[in-house]
T-cell receptor, first 115, second 111 residues
Framework: EAGVVQSPRYKIIEKKQPVAFWCNPI?????LYWYLQNLGQGPELLIR????????DSQLPKDRFSAERLKGVDSTLKIQPAELGDSAVYLC?????????????FGPGTRLTVT | QKEVEQDPGPLSVPEGAIVSLNCTYS??????FMWYRQYSRKGPELLMY????GNKEDGRFTAQVDKSSKYISLFIRDSQPSDSATYLC???????????FGGGTRVLVKP
């Protein structure tokens, strides 16, 4: 079974430029998460989707970050404009559902460098 | 103070030794507890998932949860060089909710 797929794996951009990350969850997983991981720290949740609905976006900086999950499968996370402090690894995770099958499985992440 | 505290290490052990890792937490609402392994430039890989207090064993891995002390542990028996990685504890207040992670402990198993 294929795991969580993310692209690109690496991205280098200049500050003030836009950037987008894509995630394809494990087939059949209804819940999708975007986490941010800074160097030497644990991941922190940005947004959680249950199917198409964003059910927890309290940690998403909405002035520059946006996300969507059309049709309840793939998801895109966008930053516009990027700032130097956005350099980090952006991780996508998925789980079967929000109750009984709640183990979260992570993708390899997108490593963003803002110069 | 962070909700989940974890010693960053590094923890260096000889091959074959038992690796002992732990996390403390402050939020008594946490009910689900996980351990992830993360290799350099890879995503976290789920190792153990527990709900209640007590022990859970899976192969060389044993997870312990003590809710009364707000303390969780992971033991790795017969450690191998391939176990060298960063180990992250994580917990949530409800199934499927956001995970709150510790900062991770870097483990080095020397041949």
């Amino acid at each position: 079974e294929a795991g969580v797929v993310q692209s690109p794996r690496y991205k280098i951009i200049e500050k003030k430029q836009p950037v987008a990350f894509w995630c394809n969850p494990i087939s059949g997983h209804n819940t999708l998460y975007w986490y941010l991981q800074n160097l030497g720290q644990g991941p922190e949740l940005l947004i959680r989707y249950e199917n198409e609905e964003a059910v927890d976006d309290s940690q998403l900086p909405k002035d520059r970050f946006s996300a969507e999950r059309l049709k309840g499968v793939d998801s895109t996370l966008k930053i516009q404009p990027a700032e130097l402090g956005d350099s980090a690894v952006y991780l996508c995770a998925s789980s079967l559902d929000g109750t009984g099958g709640s183990e979260q499985y992570f993708g390899p992440g997108t490593r963003l460098t803002v110069t | 103070q962070k909700e989940v505290e974890q010693d960053p290490g590094p923890l260096s052990v000889p091959e074959g030794a038992i690796v002992s890792l732990n996390c403390t937490y402050s939020n008594s609402a946490f009910q689900y507890f996980m351990w992830y392994r993360q290799y350099s430039r890879k995503g976290p890989e789920l190792l153990m998932y527990t709900y209640s207090s007590g022990n859970k064993e899976d192969g060389r891995f044993t997870a312990q949860v003590d809710k009364s002390s707000k303390y969780i542990s992971l033991f790795i028996r017969d450690s191998q060089p391939s176990d060298s990685a960063t180990y992250l504890c994580a917990m949530s207040v409800a199934a499927g909710n956001k995970l709150t992670f510790g900062g991770g402990t870097r483990v080095l198993v020397k041949p």
